[in-house]
Nanobody
Framework: QVQVLEFGGGLVQPGGSLRLSCVVFGTASMMDGMGWYRQAPGKSRELVAGISRGGMTRYADSVSGRFHITRDNAKNLVELQMNALEVEDTAVYYC?????????WGQGTQVTVSS
C-alpha cells in the first residue's frame, strides 16, 4: 500500500524558516509530479509548489522567492524549504505525489506562523 509521510510542520515566528519533507513508500517506480498544497481555515486548498519528474518547478505567487522545492527521485522524496514566513502562510500543508496518473496525498502537517 502506498504511504505518504510528511514531517517538518510546527510553530514559528514571522520571518522564521521551516523545512517540510515528504517521502512516498510502497511504489515500484519513480514518482511523477510531486509537491505541496495548503489549506488555511475558511479558505480553499491551493497549490503552494510543485515539481515535475524532470525538475521543472511551479510556485504560488505569494510564496515565490521565499519557498524552494526540491526532489530526490531515487528516494521518492520531496522537500519544501520555507523562508521569511508570514502569518498568512499559516495552514495545513499536504504533500502529494503522482503515480500511474493518480495523486497520492499525505495526512497534512500544520504550519503556524505567529508572533
Amino acid at each position: 500500500q502506498v504511504q505518504v509521510l510528511e514531517f517538518g510542520g510546527g510553530l514559528v515566528q514571522p520571518g522564521g524558516s521551516l523545512r517540510l519533507s515528504c517521502v512516498v513508500f510502497g511504489t515500484a517506480s519513480m514518482m511523477d509530479g510531486m509537491g505541496w498544497y495548503r489549506q488555511a481555515p475558511g479558505k480553499s486548498r491551493e497549490l503552494v509548489a510543485g515539481i515535475s519528474r524532470g525538475g521543472m518547478t511551479r510556485y504560488a505567487d505569494s510564496v515565490s522567492g521565499r519557498f524552494h522545492i526540491t526532489r530526490d527521485n531515487a528516494k521518492n522524496l520531496v522537500e519544501l524549504q520555507m523562508n521569511a514566513l508570514e502569518v498568512e502562510d499559516t495552514a495545513v500543508y499536504y504533500c502529494y505525489g503522482g503515480t500511474g496518473g493518480e495523486n497520492r496525498w499525505g495526512q497534512g502537517t500544520q504550519v503556524t506562523v505567529s508572533s
